[in-house]
């Protein structure tokens, strides 16, 4: 499943996403597994991709990359916004080292995370071809730090998934 991240909000602004992941519909509590697992900063799995990335807000896209999920339901897509290190993507002449968002003098520095919804959960199946879309958009210019913490939280405002078409045998 090809996931892609683009961008809307005022010029001048950046956004580092430090990762996007794919949540499974929820279960029967008693399916529930006891055991839970955490993730490093920047570590892929089958339902999440850590490629640290800085992009534009004002319309910036990027291929973030493959997930290759086991067959499940998936309802919700998690976007962690997180401080660039010195080989995130698209870190060149940004001045984004080290920072999660900036808009002139406002930045922050530490991880905001965002969760939004599919529109209908996401059916996958083994070997069918997906293409993901997560659109984060911001509204106008945050008046300070906290403004721009809480706008990164709801900024996650479309998520797409279409399934590839596959040609039939004649």
Do not use: Y
Not at 56 to 83: H, I, K, M, S, W
Not at 86 to 98: C, H, K, S, W
């Amino acid at each position: 499943m090809e996931v892609t991240v683009k961008t809307q909000g005022p010029a001048n602004a950046w956004v580092t996403v430090d990762s996007v992941e794919i949540i499974e519909c929820a279960q029967p509590a008693w399916s529930l597994q006891l055991i839970s697992t955490a993730h490093a900063h920047g570590d892929d799995t089958s339902t999440k991709l850590g490629t640290t990335t800085v992009l534009p807000l004002d319309g910036g896209a990027a291929a973030f990359g493959t997930l290759e999920p086991a067959a499940g339901d998936f309802c919700e897509v998690r976007v962690t916004f997180g401080p660039a290190d010195g080989d995130a993507e698209g870190l060149q002449d940004t001045g984004m080292q080290g920072l999660t968002f900036k808009l002139g003098p406002i930045t922050i520095a530490d991880s905001v995370e965002a969760e939004a919804s599919l529109p209908t959960p996401m059916e996958v199946s083994g070997g069918d071809a997906r293409a993901l879309t997560v659109t984060v958009t911001l509204d106008g210019a945050p008046p300070g730090a906290a403004a721009a913490r809480e706008a990164l939280r709801t900024a996650v405002t479309a998520v797409s998934a279409v399934a590839a078409v596959a040609a039939e045998a004649d």
